[in-house]
């Protein structure tokens, strides 16, 4: 088969202890799943449902590679959060079942231009400028479901330039693993390859050119990014 343009490449993820990588078909994302996080974006925890929005596959970026501060923003935030990579997918699955569509688990940022966030919210817009932009979403390496146990106590955490910014544990978060698959798989068929970003604990906060963010979860791959100079537009 033939193309009129060169064919997009497949994104993938690197696996822990293997050279075999994990191809990424979607990014999906769930926001508000912190009650501390609502608190501190000004919302109310005990009136939310899960809010979801998506990353094209293209925004990742693996390997620690560094990115470029991104177009059209004064405001880049970090949000490190659990990313959840799926083997197998479906529609209206249980959470009971949910576990075996799981492949492994990483450290992820969900990057977002949060002052193009905060239009978006005053004026009832779609949050795609704000969160589904180039390179917006570093993935750390993937941890085999099997090599890893994940509980309540496991903690997530980023610093900036050494300096702690965001402390949580899996416990804070709303929604479990289980039940945003069972959510998600409500509106979508999912399917292996799929990406879920899990949301964020409290302590958000701006990014410069040049700081170094090292984002960890207990048990997987830390994950480090280093920002550059937005340098020249071409
Ligand atoms: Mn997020």
Redesign the pocket.
Known sequence: MSFVVPKPEVVSARVFDTKERFPVRRIF?V?RNYADHIAEMGGDPKSEQPIFFCKPADALVTEDRPVRYPLATERLDH?V?LVVALKSGGVNILKTEADTCIFGYAVGI?L?RRDLQGEAKRSGRPWDLAKSFDESAPVGMIMPRERVKLNLKTSISLSVNGLNKQLGTLGEMIWSVNEIIQVLSNFYRLQAGDLI?M??PSGVGPLLPEDVVEASVQGLPPLTLRILDRGLVN
Request: with cysteine; net charge negative; charged share 35%.
């Open positions: 994302c926001g949000e959060e969900d977002t970003f949301g964020t």
